[in-house]
């Protein structure tokens, strides 16, 4: 009751009436124009439209006076060749905005790929650079190798040095030494 009050009072404004247009689908509208932008940038229909452009001018210049639908200014193909070139600007505009849209899209995907790709690596980076670090403190191969080397060195070195003194201490005993390296003669037993 109080809306009905409110529409008949002549101090408040009107509210505007809306107008109930169709609505459509923008995705499928979209779709649509990319299909005929797509099929206008063809040469098959750069063929079709020169062969239907030509057959008009033959038919109408060849055919007989009753038959010709567009005299020789041929003001009926400048029509329809106007209209079809003021949808297919709109069209040819949307599709390049949709797929502008697509681009934009994939664009920013590709930043975010990129930037978590670069973590990544940076990530791996440091990973690397921390087991450098640490394979210094670690012993390696050829390391162990030369180690290994050097202690059998001090070893041979040590087993001399003992044989020395062993022989020294013999000496002192009145005993004569054995030679180390050479084989004992030993009787045969046969």
């Known amino acids: ?6 529409a008949e009072r002549l101090d408040q404004p009107a509210e505007p009436r809306k107008i109930k247009l ?21 040469a098959n229909f750069i ?10 001018f ?5 055919a007989p006076a009753h038959l010709r639908f567009d005299p020789y200014t041929f003001t009926f193909l400048t029509l329809v060749l106007s209209l ?8 040819i505009l949307l599709a390049q905005n949709r797929q502008a849209d697509r681009d934009r899209v994939s664009l920013e995907e590709d930043r975010r ?6 973590a990544d690596t940076e990530y791996l980076a440091r990973e690397i650079a921390a ?4 394979m210094g403190e670690v012993a390696t191969r050829d390391f162990l190798r030369s180690e290994l080397a050097r202690l059998a060195e001090e070893l041979d070195e040590a087993q001399q040095r003992r044989h020395r003194l ?25």
């Not at 790929?113 to 670069?118: D, G, L, M």
């Not at 062993?166 to 050479?182: A, M, N, Y």
């Open 22 to 42: 169709p609505r459509f689908d923008p995705e499928a509208f979209g779709r649509w124009s990319e299909g005929i932008a797509r099929g206008m940038g063809t």
């Open 1 to 6: 009751m109080a809306e009905q009050r409110r």
């Open 84 to 91: 079809q070139a003021s949808y297919a600007a709109p069209l």
């Open 113 to 118: 790929r990129a930037t978590a790709q670069k």
């Open 47 to 56: 063929v079709y439209m020169t062969v239907v452009i030509a057959a008009w």
């Open 58 to 62: 033959g038919w109408n210049t060849l």
């Open 131 to 134: 087991l450098r670090i640490a």
């Open 166 to 190: 062993e022989r020294r201490q013999q000496e002192k005993s009145g005993h004569r030494p054995e030679p180390l390296d050479e084989p004992r003669d030993e009787p045969d037993a046969d």
